[in-house]
């Protein structure tokens, strides 16, 4: 099983990103997915987090409105869009896949927005 974070880096105030998440050995498709994210010294966070069929998708406060996800099952892929970013969005952001008892990581990729 493997997750594979891309498209972080470092973007000015109010720049956009887009963070895709690609995975293999296991059946995507069953399986819902989240992004999270970690800074420095705080706790990992639920970013959103989209249902196995993409029909339904939740997002933290504050992603709404600035954030998308989404994902393509015939890809086994999870995206994340994200717009106006601002420097209290720099983390490590990590891709989820969960299904009942069984959740798979990646290994995170870094955004980092300087004012």
């Known amino acids: 099983v493997t997750l594979v974070e891309s498209g972080g880096g470092l973007v000015q105030f109010g720049g956009s990103l887009r963070l895709s998440c690609a995975t293999s050995?296991?059946?995507?498709?069953?399986?819902?997915a989240s992004w999270y994210r970690q800074a420095p010294g705080m706790e990992r966070e639920l970013v959103a987090s989209?249902?196995?069929?993409?029909?339904?998708?939740n997002y933290a406060k504050f992603a709404l409105g600035r954030f998308t996800i989404s994902r393509d099952n015939a890809k086994s892929t999870v995206n994340l869009q994200m717009n106006s970013l601002m420097p209290e969005d720099t983390a490590v952001y990590y891709c989820?896949?969960?299904?009942?008892?069984?959740?798979?990581w990646g290994q995170g990729t870094q955004v980092t927005v300087s004012s």
């Open positions: 989209i249902t196995s069929d993409g029909a339904r998708s």
């Open positions: 989820k896949a969960d299904l009942y008892r069984n959740e798979f």
């Open positions: 050995g296991f059946t995507f498709s069953y399986y819902d």
